[in-house]
Every structure is written in C-alpha cells, then in structure tokens.
C-alpha cells in the first residue's frame, strides 16, 4: 500500500459524458501528478500540481482539467469523453515538486471505460 | 518517439535463470527509477539511481545507472515466479520543469515455474 488513494476504482461512462476522478496523496506529500496508461501509449504524464499550485503540464487535452485543493487532495475532471478516453489514470505523490529523490508514489488507479 | 527506450519487450524465461532489462536514451536524465507494475494495479518503486554509474543491489535485483546518465540495466539473477510483472524505467529529464516522470515502454517478465 503506497498510501495514495484513488476513487472510484472503475467508472463506465458514455461517449459525450463528463466524469471526476480524485485522488488523496500520502500523508505530508505536497506534489500531487496524474498519469494516463493506455496500451499504445504506456503511461503519459497529464499534470503537476504543488501545494495547490499547478507545476507542470503534459500533452493535457483541453477537454480536461485538475486542480488541487486546500487539502492536498486533487481531483481530474474528463469532459466530452470520447471512446479514445479509455485508459488506466493513476495519480502519484511525492514530498517536494523536484529533485534527485522526489520519489513518486502511485495510487491503484481508476479504469475509465468510455462506451 | 520514445525518449526512455526499453528492451526487450518482453521476456519469457524459466525460473532460475538470469535476465538483463535495459532502459536506453539520448538524453541525460536527473536520477532514474525503476518501477514494478502488476495487471490492473499501480506501479510500485523498487529503486532510485542518482549518480552516474551508481549500483544498487535490492536482494536478487542489481540496479545501474549509466556513467553519462542516459542509460539504466535491471538485472535479476535466479528469476522467481513470484517477479512476473510489468518493469518500467523513469525518470525526470534533466531539463524539467517540474517532477514530470518521464517513462520506457515497459518490459513484460514472465517467469514459469
């Protein structure tokens, strides 16, 4: 158990729809980043956030966004889903926002299928 | 393109063998870590290599960071079945912005009893 957690687990959705993911980082980690592993393209960095502030940004579509709470807590919001959406999102914590042993840790994941 | 190039693929070896995994770029990489990822589950941190030409040993796992920081070797030595997983390699690009990992495509290890 890394201590990061994610919901919900799996989430099947319709084409068009709208869905959010959360994720809770590890106790005292301020960065939190999410990831989209798909089977062509292996896992893709998507965002950065630091202590509510966002850091950096991957090939992010603009159907989608994030942010990062008070609490450190983070949420992905995926809009207009279309059928290419169909991934495995994982967010990752870690302590600073860079540096040689920034370590990440992952979550479970959550399994977004778009139908 | 691929800036964090595994090989192989995949692997399919008996148990007791050794194995070799490679992860290959040409460009320099702050640190590189090594990760393990099982179906339907997220990926779990084996190792942090920081300095060129840094070994690090987890019990049956050798880990080496290349002496100009482009390349990394995973090498397991008298595999088991219970080391089946997915091996990714990662790492953040010397120039980032940020704590962007960027990742290999992964080396898939079966290892038969």
């Known amino acids: 158990d890394s201590g990061v957690t994610q919901t919900p687990k799996h989430l099947i959705t319709a084409t068009g729809q709208r869905v959010t993911l959360r994720c809770s980082p590890r106790s005292g980690d301020l960065s939190v980043y999410w990831y989209q592993q798909s089977l062509d393209q292996g896992l893709q960095f998507l965002i950065q956030y630091y202590n509510g502030e966002e850091r950096a940004k991957g090939n992010i579509l603009e159907r989608f966004s994030a942010q990062q709470f008070p609490d450190l807590h983070s949420e992905l919001n995926l809009s207009s889903l279309e059928l290419g959406d169909s991934a495995l999102y994982f967010c990752?914590?870690?302590?600073?926002?860079?540096?040689?042993?920034?370590?990440?840790?992952f979550g479970p994941g959550t399994r977004l299928t778009v139908l | 393109t691929q800036l964090l190039e595994q090989s192989p693929q995949f692997l399919s070896i008996q148990e007791g063998e050794n194995l070799t995994v490679y992860c290959n770029s040409s460009?320099?990489?702050?640190?590189l870590q090594w990760y393990r990822q099982e179906p339907g589950e997220g990926p779990v941190l084996l190792v942090t290599?920081?300095?060129?030409?840094e070994v690090k040993k987890l019990k049956r796992l050798t880990f080496q960071f290349g002496d100009a920081r482009k390349d990394s070797s995973l090498h397991i030595t008298a595999a088991q079945p219970g080391d089946t997983g997915l091996y990714l390699c990662a790492g953040p690009l010397i120039y980032n912005q940020g704590g962007k990992l960027i990742f290999g495509q992964g080396t898939e290890l079966s290892v038969k009893p």
């Open positions: 990752a914590s870690s302590v600073a926002s860079v540096g040689l042993y920034n370590e990440q840790f």
């Open positions: 460009s320099v990489f702050s640190s």
């Open positions: 290599v920081v300095t060129g030409g």
